[in-house]
């Protein structure tokens, strides 16, 4: 007797009802941490994600036999969102209301404690070829991908003044949305219509009928954020409906960008997803790997770009 294969259409079914609870528990999760409008809360669920997205990181390296030096990599991690949490929530931050931004040399220092320890480290072994420079680059790399991309998504809630501990949380939560609006309009239109390969060579399941798809949706939720939430609230600083269109169409792009790097690194280590944190989307990595593109992004737009 030939053994039973199930159905494809019930593996889809199923996975669904997996990332739909999964994202139900996840925007529980974040709900709270807005509903609370506590700057320790929107700062400590970013840096638990990023930390156990770090650790993520540093066990695909081991799985794929990557010299590396993960304890270096995660106490470096560890030491930047510590002085980052401390300056916004204690020892930095201007108790004005005033928007407040971290020194560029935070950046600047971490990196290179980054770097020369990496190098220090190597140091002490033989060298090997490549495989030497991989082990230090490996460890660069992390941390400026992960730690540092991703804490914009913190440092974007002082970004702009205002009342309250966190400023910019309505800024914060459109850059949430609209990348996660993304990623879920790339799922699902892609999976009804889809019919042409975007990058199959990355990632065989996109397709650019997912790919605009996404970017319609997620251009739909930046104008109805903007439209709800009008100049005089929060979401005045974005400046105009002008800048809210180009962000409608920039943050989306960002996320596919974003979720297509994970890609590229998760198929050069040979790892499906990064962890098994979230059933039916992966780990921690797999969840923030699009808001590490869109949330410096939006952060440098509002800075640099809009009035």
Known sequence: MADFQPKPVISKA??????????????????????SNQAWAYFGLVAVLALISMLEYFRMLKAAKVNCFPIFGMAVAVAYSAAMGWFYLGGGRLSSGGAQELPAEYDLIAIFIATTGAFTLQLRHPIKGLESLQSVAFNVLGFVYIPVLFHFAARMVFLVPGPGQVPGALLLMMCLTVTKFTDMGAYLVGTLIGRHKMIPHVSPGKTWE???????IALVVTCLFYHFFPA????????????????????PLLAVVGDLAESVLKRALGAKDSGQMLPGIGGALDLIDSLCFTAPALYFYVKWVTP
């Open 14 to 35: 199923r996975t669904f009802v997996r990332r739909t609870t999964s994202t139900i528990l996840l925007w529980t999760l974040v709900g709270s941490a807005f509903a």
């Open 210 to 216: 997912g790919f605009v798809g996404a970017l319609l």
């Open 232 to 251: 005089a609230d929060q979401l005045g600083v974005l400046g105009g409906w002008a800048h809210v269109v180009t962000l409608g169409l920039l943050l």
